[in-house]
């Protein structure tokens, strides 16, 4: 589901720390759903503490449900996320939940969003003044952007899209959705 990343911060899994496994229901809370399977995120150290058995309703935003870039702002001066301008109420209030609960705001966090964002920049201004031909090293560049497993990829579709080019957003999140993906 979320190819290797923290389902909710999207960062590399089993780089420095295996992999856990968060209850998108406590286990304390809801013991019965403790083993079904779509109550189990994949998910790094920091987001598992942060969220830890706390009772959150039903606010915490459902990546597998709900495609959380269709509710995300990304502030490109800070890294910081926040509800989108068209999202609901309800949206901005599940937005927030999720961002204070899993911690989601932290500073390393959003160092790496910036760093993200700015490669991403970079290679869309040299494809520019390439009319669009990708060389082999944009090439190469591109394969790792839009590769699955790689971090971050709500940011790269963001940029994407305010940089003008949703088609590219589209394509990368249809690659990112077909099972058989890596």
């Avoid at 403790?34 to 189990?40: K, Q, R, S």
């Avoid at 702002?73 to 890294?79: I, Y």
């Avoid at 700015?118 to 520019?128: D, G, K, Y």
Wanted: with cysteine.
């Amino acid at each position: 589901m979320a190819h290797r990343k923290c389902a909710f911060c999207e960062s590399k899994l089993e780089l420095t720390a295996y992999l856990e496994i968060e209850h998108y229901w406590a286990k304390t809370l809801r013991p019965e759903q403790a083993f079904d399977w779509p109550n189990l995120f994949p998910v790094c150290r920091l987001c598992n503490n942060a969220k830890s058995d706390t009772d959150h309703g039903g606010l915490l935003v459902r990546p597998d449900v709900q495609n959380p870039e269709t509710i995300l702002w990304l502030n490109p001066d800070s890294g910081r996320l926040e509800a989108s301008a068209g999202a609901t109420e309800s949206d901005c209030a599940r937005v927030k939940r999720t961002i204070d609960l899993c911690d989601l705001q932290r500073g390393t966090l959003c160092d790496e969003r910036i760093v993200t964002m700015e490669a991403v920049i970079h290679w869309l201004e040299r494809v520019s003044e390439q009319h669009g031909v990708l060389d082999a090293r944009l090439r190469k560049e591109w394969d790792r952007l839009t590769k699955p497993t790689t971090p971050y990829k709500f940011v790269i579709r963001h940029v994407f899209t305010i940089r003008g080019e949703p088609r590219l957003a589209a394509w990368d999140r249809a690659r990112f959705d077909t099972p058989t993906a890596t």
